[in-house]
């Protein structure tokens, strides 16, 4: 059995896509319409017919606006397998620092993570993170952790903030409850993080030349990118290239806006290339439109198998 990692889970398309069921399309519907969820089930059994298993980031769990929309309740009885001994479970593995979803959910809110999966604007999303980043204090979380647990934890230091109203904060930390309690009943597998493999993304698909570039503020943060100046630990920080090119989506300058583009859909590619690689999952190919429907999954995982 192979995993497969889909970008289609990415974060920030998980906000898209869900912001487009939404009425005005400028943040994610936290209801799904029934044509809605039918088709992100169908598509959720296709990757796991390609491989038996699906493979998630963090990020893609935790603040994904699918999986806020669909419970591990909901997806249990979709896309359940059955464990040796009997229990279902859900054939998903996400991974987490330290193999700990809990502490993982604390070290995105005291460090100051842009958040994708809330139903709030663009706008609003960036002041959370400005929040979270000036009340950041990580040793001070580990400490408090184990004192307060991890739903006490979240809602403190969203409530914190000040930007969130209480219903809507609530709703938040009671998604992320479920999807830790269902980690810690087993229902989904939790595995150490390990480094993103860069260097093979690299030799598989080198980044962008500067000639590719249609402007001065696109190859400057193309080269911020390529000698390292985004690096956190070693690593291509994301957050911190997104950061940059925000500034060039929003600068009116059409060169500049479709450099911001093509650098952005560029470092997605390597960025779950290198997830794949050390993970050792396989990209999952692009869904039917349609999805698969829940009585056709069986049969067309027997074929794919055989």
Do not use: K
Request: net charge neutral.
């Amino acid at each position: 059995m192979t995993e497969v990692l889909s970008t289609g889970w990415d974060s920030v398309r998980q906000r898209a896509r869900l912001s487009a069921q939404a009425p005005g399309g400028t943040a994610p519907a936290e209801r799904l319409t029934a044509l809605g969820r039918a088709e992100l089930l169908g598509r959720l059994r296709w990757e796991v017919i390609q491989g038996g298993s699906l493979f998630l980031s963090y990020p893609q769990l935790l603040d994904g606006a699918v999986f806020a929309a669909l419970r591990p309740a909901a997806l249990l009885d979709e896309l359940a397998i059955r464990a040796i001994g009997g229990g279902a479970v859900l054939p998903i593995r996400v991974n987490s620092r330290n193999a700990d979803l809990a502490g993982q959910l604390i070290a995105m809110l005291s460090t100051g993570f842009r958040l994708s999966s809330l139903p709030i604007s663009d706008e609003q999303c960036l002041r959370l993170q400005r929040e979270l980043a000036a009340h950041a204090d990580s040793e001070a979380a580990v400490a408090a952790l184990a004192v307060e647990g991890p739903v006490g934890m979240a809602d403190r230091l969203l409530a914190a903030t000040g930007v969130l109203d209480t219903p809507l904060r609530r709703r938040t930390v009671a998604r992320w409850g479920d999807w830790l309690e269902a980690a810690g009943r087993g229902l989904l597998e939790v595995s150490p993080l390990v480094p993103a493999d860069y260097a093979t993304a690299y030799a598989m698909r080198p980044p962008p030349r500067p000639e590719d570039t249609a402007s001065e503020d696109g190859r400057a943060v193309l080269t911020a990118w390529t000698s390292g100046e985004f690096d956190v630990n070693g690593l291509p920080s994301r957050s911190r290239l997104y950061e940059r090119l925000d500034s060039l989506l929003r600068s009116g300058d059409p060169e500049a806006q479709a450099d911001a583009q093509m650098l952005r859909e560029s470092f997605d590619e390597t960025y779950y290339r290198a997830i794949a690689a050390s993970e050792g999952c396989l990209l999952g190919m692009p869904s039917p439109r349609r999805g698969v429907r829940r009585r056709e999954a069986a049969t067309l995982g027997i074929r794919h198998r055989s």
